[in-house]
């Protein structure tokens, strides 16, 4: 090996030391050293980095010791006895080590900030749902006309005397944003949309509804439920207890839950006569009480308003980011929804015109506390989920048997990959039948269809690594949403500049900080945009931000080829 080649190597083992076993390396040169250690957390350290591969793994541990040596004193006497040809090289690891040290103070430093402004963020949502005593019963609201209809319940537009627009246009219950003017007429009037529940085999008394139909419950937000019924949710009561989920700006919130009976509305007779209750209808089958569950009145589902629009290039982005949100979100709560496709999506318009996302009908959900979102696979009578389309590969291709197991933990990010295609004017490739269509179990990703040019091409990076068939290949909601957050506000401060570097990534997190404090302290309203600006700092993390910048990297090149 020549002597300029083992300079340079000598200095390139030592960057790969930063790169993929910066903290081990670290810590061993500090107790080496006697240093305590600060800082870094233990378990995120220990998470191998996303390209490295499982057989370099050791590898790592053992170039951290070698860092550790290097900054020995046992090392430094060895080297003042080297030949000088031996000393360049051995300073060339030392340079390296030194800049191991280097990193790992700008770590530090990124980690405390991330840390700052995650706390800063990480103000609880706010659904503005004001505490009335009243909405528990039936007769609180006037229910107007059928505005949905799924396979398990009808849904009413419907307005509250207590919670009725007042002068200027507030509903104190569901409060109006300034966007009213977009509004189709009926959901000003009827800012509140009541989905009762068709009750077949769930039995009539309320404590036997609200078990059987418990997966509607996960998004009501505490005073959902009257005293006595959440008292008997929280004293696991019913048989199955099932998280409950805190609000977010793209997760619908459930302001009221009750059982009433089941009264004759608008259409009944004629779209859905067999579950009525045979007061109602003398062949029905329906139970005569039902769960009825009151949430704000949104003007479409995100089919419907794609069906009379077209987003534009970035609005079409903040719409996948918003559904990426919205997953990361119930991840992070242990929740899968099973069920995502664009009738469970609905659309509002902010101030800015920009659609409003919120993931709604969690009546499929995986929300078990014992399991998180692991499911035990052991019988065919075991549901894996909703839409069979939709379906992720992992879940799809599931055989049940003894310890089999479906892990949910990346299904919801990739059905948001799929429905991105109807987000940019596409067909879903899941839905069409014939020779073009795609079946999740089968489909190879090469068979994907392009998205169209006009669509950012990290857009298009994250839609495809959404639809990765091995769910450890592709990127969580948490990191596929933080690859479109740099990618949309990263960009010009970040093209240019080395990501590698730790103090970049720190000083473009305080720069994006400021700018949404700036921005939170005028009196404008709070748009889409500025509502995932906070989501994303609220949620700021070292490790995901690297992974997302991996990808990016990664997916970059491979579209470029
Ligand atoms: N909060 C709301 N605001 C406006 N429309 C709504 C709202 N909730 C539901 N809808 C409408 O009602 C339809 C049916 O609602 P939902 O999907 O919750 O019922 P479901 O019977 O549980 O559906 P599925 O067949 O998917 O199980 C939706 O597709 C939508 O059109």
């Known amino acids: 090996m020549s002597f ?135 007769n609180d609201y006037v229910i107007g006309k059928q505005i949905g209809k799924g396979c398990n319940a009808a849904v009413y537009e419907a307005a509250a005397s207590f919670a009725m627009p007042q002068e200027g246009g507030r509903c104190p219950l569901a409060e109006q944003k300034d966007s009213e003017p977009h509004l189709p007429r009926s959901v000003a009037h009827f800012p509140l949309a009541m989905k009762m529940m068709w009750n077949i085999g769930a039995g009539s008394s309320s404590a036997d509804i609200l078990s059987s139909m418990s997966q509607e419950l996960v998004p009501a937000c505490p005073q959902a439920l009257k005293e006595e019924n959440r008292s008997n949710t929280l004293h696991g009561h019913f048989g199955y207890v099932p998280r409950k ?36 209808n003398p062949a029905g089958m329906g139970n005569n009480r039902t769960l009825f569950l009151v949430m704000k009145n949104y003007p479409y589902t995100l089919r419907q308003y794609l069906e009379v629009s077209v987003p534009s290039r970035k609005e079409g982005t903040l719409m996948v980011l918003q559904l990426l949100e919205g997953v990361d979100h119930l991840c992070q709560q242990g929740i899968a929804h099973r069920d995502l496709k664009s009738d469970n999506v609905l659309v509002e318009l902010d101030s800015d015109g920009c659609p409003h996302l919120v993931i709604t009908d969690f009546g499929c959900c995986l929300a078990e506390g014992d399991f998180g979102l692991k499911l035990p696979f052991n019988s065919r009578c075991v549901n894996r989920g909703g839409n069979a389309c939709l379906m992720a590969p992992e879940v799809a291709t599931a055989v049940p048997g003894p310890g089999m197991i479906i892990d949910y933990s990346k299904s919801d990010a990739w059905a948001v990959g799929a429905i991105a295609y109807e987000i940019f004017g596409q067909r879903n490739p899941f839905y069409s039948a014939g020779p073009e269509g795609l079946d999740s179990r089968k489909y190879q990703e090469k068979q994907l269809p392009l998205l169209p040019s006009r669509v950012p091409t990290d857009t298009h990076v994250v839609v495809r690594l959404l639809l990765r068939r091995n769910p450890r290949k592709r990127p969580s909601a948490r990191v596929a949403a933080n690859m479109l957050h740099i990618s949309l506000w990263g960009g010009q401060a970040l093209d240019s500049q080395d990501w ?62």
């Open 245 to 280: 989920m805190s609000a977010h700006p793209n997760v619908i919130t459930v302001y009221r839950a009750f059982t009433a009976e089941v009264p004759l509305l608008p259409g009944a007779q004629e779209e859905y006569p067999d579950v009525l209750p045979p007061r109602l």
């Open 4 to 138: 300029k080649l083992a300079v340079l190597r000598g200095f390139q083992l030592s960057r790969s030391l930063l790169h993929w076993g910066l903290k081990p390396a670290a810590r061993a040169a500090a107790k080496l050293r006697g240093e305590p250690l600060r800082g870094v957390p233990v378990g995120r350290a220990a998470q191998p980095r996303p390209f490295l591969p499982a057989r370099y793994r050791y590898f790592r541990v053992s170039l951290g010791g070698l860092a550790a040596q290097l900054q020995s004193r046992g090392v430094r006497r060895l080297l003042s006895a080297a030949s000088p040809r031996n000393r360049v090289v051995f300073l060339a690891f030392g340079l390296g080590a030194g800049l191991v040290e280097q990193q790992l103070e700008e770590d530090h430093a990124s980690t405390a900030a991330c840390r700052e402004i995650q706390a800063l963020f990480k103000k609880k949502f706010q659904n503005s749902f004001k505490s009335f005593t009243s909405g528990y019963k039936l």
């Open 500 to 561: 590698s570097s730790m103090k970049t990534m720190a000083d473009w997190l305080l720069c994006q900080s400021a700018v949404v404090l700036l921005k939170g302290c005028s009196p404008s309203r709070s748009t889409v945009e500025m509502e995932l600006q906070r989501c994303f700092l609220a949620n700021v993390n070292l490790d995901d931000l690297r992974a997302a910048m991996g990808f990016l990297i990664f997916g970059r090149a491979q579209h470029n080829f």
